[in-house]
């Protein structure tokens, strides 16, 4: 059984990536006792995020810098947040017909993020 995630995300500044994901995502930063690092949390989303300056940037990687799809529970309500904030939206926030509402976002490293919600029937 997993009972748990956390992601692991190389960023060229540390500090700019961590005041974003801070500032603008609305989580919280805990230091880790390593410089290089810092581990951010949201509810029950961690991410570890580290300093890698010379790391191909995630823009570069095409598809394959998704890296989460965060499940909510009020989707709207976190998709308002957002649009009061510099947020790059990458989909807008709409119903699909695989039953889900979701939007997907880019952050400023190029890292892309899909939150999703089931929509009630």
Same mark, same amino acid.
């Given at each position: ?19 974003? *994901? ?5 989580? !919280?930063?805990? =230091?880790?006792?390593? &410089?290089?690092? %810092?581990?951010?949390?949201? @509810? ?21 810098? *998704? ?5 909510? !529970?009020?989707? =709207?309500?976190?998709? &308002?947040?957002? %649009?009061?904030?510099?947020? @790059? ?33």
């Amino acid at each position: 059984m997993i009972t748990r995630t956390r992601f692991v995300l190389a960023v060229p500044d540390l500090a700019r990536s961590v005041a974003y *994901y801070c500032d603008v995502l609305g989580f !919280d930063a805990q =230091d880790m006792g390593d &410089a290089g690092w %810092c581990f951010l949390q949201r @509810d029950e989303c961690g991410i570890m995020m580290g300093h890698c300056p010379d790391a191909l940037p995630p823009g570069e990687i095409g598809d394959h810098s *998704y890296f989460a799809y965060w499940m909510v !529970d009020d989707i =709207d309500a976190y998709y &308002a947040m957002l %649009c009061t904030r510099s947020v @790059d939206f990458i989909k807008a926030i709409s119903s699909e017909p695989w039953g889900m509402r979701e939007f997907g976002i880019r952050t400023i490293d190029g890292h892309r993020i899909m939150v999703g919600q089931p929509v009630e029937n």
